[in-house]
Structures are given as structure tokens and as C-alpha cells.
């Protein structure tokens, strides 16, 4: 069945780091991808998104693109804040296989201290 | 407009009582979801409803009961808890069950079973 893998945490940096976490699936199809954030004691936010292949997502500073080819869609940011301390969770939705429902992965708790 | 609101957002019970988690949604969305969040595991569906007056099991729905009570409100029912069900339950709304729209996730609910 389809599923979502990405890398465990937790991942801690210094404030202005280079970030990337990654996140790899398997779908049949063409999965739609997504990448939520879960800030502590709150709901999951959708950060960015990518609907078919070679497609960049972006928003606050984070990117991730859509590489059909390695089925990949890593979150990256050049400098991270803070603020951007959370557990991101990389997600796809498959409309052309059995399921048509969100698969999370496990979630990366990412730590950045100043 | 306060999006997707869920109650309690804590509850202790003893194995074998029965609880509803109630869920509702202000955006006039017509699906609607709900999440267990644990440790290591990611989201696992629970049950979903595509439409106002349809329900489907998810991932993991044993254990668990729900109802559409109308457009806005969808809730979740723990006949005789287990504390296999100590878990985080988000509640999640669409505007419809199809397409690439992102699901809307309330601040959940922690539950602890004894």
C-alpha cells in the first residue's frame, strides 16, 4: 500500500542553520504531497504542497520539490529560526490508487535553539 | 470564524467507561475526519465522512463509533475505553473529499485511558 518515510528526530540546530529533512513514498499513481506543521499544543497547519512532478512547494522560507524520479519530497530552509522549532510531518494523497485519504509519515520533531 | 473546534481538550477515564469527543466546523466543509496521534506512528485514520449522512472506517477503526450529526459536527465514541486508546484525536474538515484542498485540523484532544 502507499506509504510515507521520513527521517527520524529528534533533528536539533543553531539558529540560521541550513535545514533539510527528508521524506520519501510509495504510491501507485500520482500522489499529491504535503507537508504539515505541528507547533507545540496546536493542530497540524499545512506548510506547503505540491500537486505533480518537478513542482516546487514553498511558504515561510521552507521549499520542497517533487522528484518523481528518486519519489522524494524533502523540506528545505536556508536559515532557521526559533520559532521554527515544531514536528513536521511529510504527507501524500493518492487519487489514482485504492485509498484516497492523507498518509502522514512518523514526523521529524526539529529543535533550534538560539 | 474559528475553523474546526474540538472538546474537551483533555479527559481522563477508566478502562471500560464510554466517552464522545465531539468535533464542529464552521467553514461549510462537507468532509471530515478523525485522527490518533501516537508516538512513532505518525496520523492514523480513524473514521471519515466524506458527505453530510456517510461514514467510513479508516486505518484503525476498531474500538470506535461515529456520527454526522449534520454539516458542521462529526464525533468520535469510545463504547468501553482501553488504554490501547491513550492517544491524541484530531478532528480534520475538507471542503470536499476529492481534489488537492488541504484538510483543516482542530487543536485535538488528549485522552488518557487508565
Known amino acids: 500500500g502507499d506509504s510515507v518515510t521520513q527521517m527520524e528526530g529528534p533533528v536539533t540546530l543553531s539558529e540560521e542553520a541550513f535545514l533539510t529533512i527528508n521524506c520519501t513514498y510509495t504510491?501507485?499513481?500520482?500522489?499529491?504531497l504535503f507537508w504539515y506543521v505541528q507547533y507545540p499544543g496546536e493542530g497540524l497547519q499545512l506548510l506547503l504542497k505540491?500537486?505533480?512532478?518537478?513542482d516546487k512547494g514553498s511558504n515561510k522560507g521552507f521549499e520542497a520539490t517533487y522528484r518523481k524520479e528518486t519519489t522524494s519530497f524533502h523540506l528545505e530552509k536556508g536559515s532557521v529560526q526559533v520559532s521554527d522549532s515544531a514536528v513536521y510531518f511529510c504527507?501524500?494523497?493518492?487519487?489514482?490508487?485504492?485509498?484516497?485519504?492523507?498518509?502522514f509519515g512518523t514526523g521529524t520533531l526539529l529543535a533550534v535553539q538560539p | 470564524n474559528a475553523g474546526v473546534t474540538q472538546t474537551p481538550k483533555f479527559q481522563v477515564l477508566k478502562t471500560g467507561q464510554s466517552m464522545t469527543l465531539q468535533c464542529a466546523q464552521d467553514?461549510?466543509?462537507?468532509?471530515m475526519y478523525w485522527y490518533r496521534q501516537d508516538p512513532g506512528m505518525g496520523l492514523r485514520l480513524i473514521y471519515y465522512s466524506a458527505s453530510e449522512g456517510t461514514t467510513d472506517k479508516g486505518e484503525v477503526p476498531n474500538g470506535y463509533n461515529v456520527s454526522r450529526l449534520n454539516k458542521r459536527e462529526f464525533s468520535l465514541r469510545l463504547e468501553s475505553a482501553a488504554p490501547s486508546q491513550t492517544s491524541v484525536y484530531f478532528c480534520a474538515s475538507k471542503p470536499i473529499s476529492g481534489g488537492t484542498d488541504t484538510q483543516y485540523f482542530g487543536p485535538g484532544t488528549r485522552l488518557t485511558v487508565l
Open positions: 505540491a500537486t505533480k512532478a518537478d
Open positions: 467553514m461549510n466543509h462537507n468532509s
Open positions: 504510491a501507485t499513481g500520482y500522489p499529491s
Open positions: 504527507a501524500l494523497l493518492n487519487y489514482g490508487g485504492a485509498t484516497n485519504k492523507l498518509i
